[in-house]
């Protein structure tokens, strides 16, 4: 039996989407800059699902730019704003998506900023206090603090921040990829200036994405050539990707609640299962296990060591995928940079569950017999774990 239980990673491309995908594949497959009539089709699908994503969001059509997913999104407005508005100042925190700290430092390292992380609380809560002072000792700042942590679930109030940004005259923007199809946004009602999405994370195709830059802000282009995207990003445009993704956000956005409610439930079942499983000594980290505080579908829990291998590959070799941190993480050894800016455990194992809505109950008992079985086969890991409480 396959388990597939890391979808803050990827999902699986749903299949209302993969038809609607279809056509893009087969009939319309014209250039969408091109004059004739099989490149208008095309170009109408385009303008059709800039439309879908912005009524979804709250925004206007000509605000939404279709990227080839959140890390170039990211890098645009990241980017795009040091170098349009020559700001000379940051302010992000320690648990933000690589796509994002290493853009900034690689700006400062350049000499084009200054980067200030605001402090976090021991759960890796933003502290608004403290931003609050750093804004006001840094006028015409640019803030980049993400909606939903990919690691630890946290969800951050960017209502309060657009706040904070508008008192302060700040520029923000905010990395909603873990959010996206998974809360409702209105960007009527918040002073955001760039958000961004990526196709995948919510049951669309991989390699394509967007970017959400206000009317009141335009930045340098990265890439050139073509004029596309209203000269926003040159390229022919990913025409399937981009057909996918609005019919991805489209039914996460109509099945919301019904998703919600149930990943919720797979989260708390999964805890109450875990509990009575008989393994001493789990915690878990950052809000991912609040049910308020953080995003349904990921729980990051720390097991007691194995003597002998990793959980997360004992649970691979059984065909159970889960995460250790990041999928980006587990490229290197250098650990969850995430759970190095948080107070936790050093001594554990730090596993990433993270549901989606094909997921089901009968799989979370089938994990948590699995997780039993191999602690019980490691009898040393359970009374060390028993005698460090």
């Given at each position: 039996?396959?388990?597939?239980?890391?979808?803050?990673?990827?999902?699986?491309?749903?299949?209302?989407?993969?038809?609607?995908?279809?056509?893009?594949?087969?009939?319309?497959?014209?250039?969408?800059?091109?004059?004739?009539?099989?490149?208008?089709?095309?170009?109408?699908?385009?303008?059709?699902?800039?439309?879908?994503?912005?009524?979804?969001?709250?925004?206007s059509?000509?605000?939404?730019?279709?990227?080839?997913?959140?890390?170039?999104?990211?890098?645009?407005?990241?980017?795009?704003?040091?170098?349009?508005?020559?700001?000379s100042?940051?302010?992000?925190?320690?648990?933000e998506?690589?796509?994002?700290?290493?853009?900034?430092?690689?700006?400062?390292?350049?000499?084009?900023?200054?980067?200030?992380?605001?402090?976090?609380?021991?759960?890796?809560?933003?502290?608004?206090?403290?931003?609050?002072?750093?804004?006001?000792?840094?006028?015409?700042?640019?803030?980049?603090?993400?909606?939903?942590?990919?690691?630890?679930?946290?969800?951050?109030?960017?209502?309060?921040?657009?706040?904070?940004?508008?008192?302060?005259?700040a520029?923000?923007?905010?990395?909603?990829?873990?959010?996206?199809?998974?809360?409702?946004?209105?960007?009527?009602?918040?002073?955001?200036?760039?958000?961004?999405?990526?196709?995948?994370?919510?049951?669309?195709?991989?390699?394509?994405g967007?970017?959400y830059?206000?009317?009141?802000?335009?930045?340098?282009?990265?890439?050139?050539?073509?004029?596309?995207?209203?000269?926003?990003?040159?390229?022919?445009?990913?025409?399937i990707?981009i057909?996918?993704?609005?019919?991805?956000?489209?039914?996460?956005?109509?099945?919301?609640?019904?998703?919600?409610?149930?990943?919720?439930?797979?989260?708390?079942?999964?805890?109450?299962?875990?509990?009575?499983?008989?393994?001493?000594?789990?915690?878990?980290?950052?809000?991912?296990?609040?049910?308020?505080?953080?995003?349904a579908?990921?729980?990051?829990?720390?097991?007691?060591?194995?003597?002998?291998?990793?959980?997360?590959?004992?649970?691979?070799q059984?065909?159970?995928?889960?995460?250790?941190?990041?999928?980006?993480?587990?490229?290197?050894?250098?650990?969850?940079?995430?759970?190095?800016?948080?107070?936790?455990?050093?001594?554990?194992?730090?596993?990433?569950?993270?549901?989606?809505?094909?997921?089901?109950?009968?799989?979370?008992?089938?994990?948590?017999?699995?997780?039993?079985?191999?602690?019980?086969?490691?009898?040393?890991?359970?009374?060390?774990?028993?005698?460090?409480?």
């Open positions: 039996m396959e388990i597939y239980c890391d979808n803050a990673a990827t999902t699986a491309i749903d299949p209302e989407v993969a038809q609607a995908m279809l056509p893009f594949l087969t009939t319309h497959y014209g250039n969408p800059s091109s004059g004739h009539q099989a490149g208008r089709k095309v170009k109408l699908a385009i303008d059709q699902a800039r439309a879908t994503v912005a009524g979804i969001i709250g925004a059509p000509d605000e939404i730019f279709f990227t080839s997913g959140a890390t170039e999104a990211n890098n645009l407005a990241l980017s795009g704003t040091i170098m349009t508005y020559e700001i100042h940051v302010i992000t925190s320690k648990i998506h690589k796509a994002v700290l290493q853009t900034l430092a690689k700006h400062e390292k350049e000499g084009d900023i200054e980067i200030s992380f605001v402090k976090l609380d021991e759960r890796g809560n933003i502290d608004l206090y403290h931003l609050e002072n750093l804004l006001r000792a840094n006028p015409r700042t640019l803030i980049s603090l993400m909606h939903g942590n990919n690691e630890i679930g946290n969800i951050t109030d960017i209502h309060a921040i657009s706040k904070l940004s508008q008192r302060y005259d520029i923000f923007h905010t990395d909603t990829t873990q959010t996206i199809g998974k809360l409702r946004f209105d960007l009527k009602e918040m002073n955001i200036d760039f958000l961004v999405g990526s196709a995948h994370k919510f049951h669309g195709p991989k390699g394509v967007f970017i830059i206000n009317k009141n802000q335009r930045i340098k282009a990265q890439i050139l050539g073509g004029g596309q995207e209203r000269g926003q990003r040159g390229g022919t445009e990913n025409v990707g057909a996918g993704l609005a019919k991805a956000l489209e039914i996460a956005n109509r099945d919301l609640a019904a998703n919600h409610n149930k990943i919720s439930k797979l989260k708390q079942y999964f805890i109450s299962k875990v509990s009575i499983a008989g393994i001493p000594d789990i915690c878990y980290n950052g809000e991912s296990k609040s049910v308020e505080n953080s995003i579908g990921i729980l990051n829990v720390s097991f007691p060591c194995l003597s002998q291998g990793s959980i997360v590959k004992k649970l691979d059984q065909g159970i995928f889960v995460s250790g941190g990041s999928a980006c993480s587990n490229l290197t050894t250098a650990g969850s940079h995430v759970l190095n800016a948080i107070p936790c455990e050093k001594d554990k194992e730090n596993v990433r569950f993270s549901f989606s809505k094909f997921n089901t109950f009968e799989e979370v008992d089938h994990m948590i017999r699995s997780i039993s079985r191999i602690y019980h086969a490691e009898p040393s890991a359970l009374l060390h774990a028993a005698a460090s409480k």
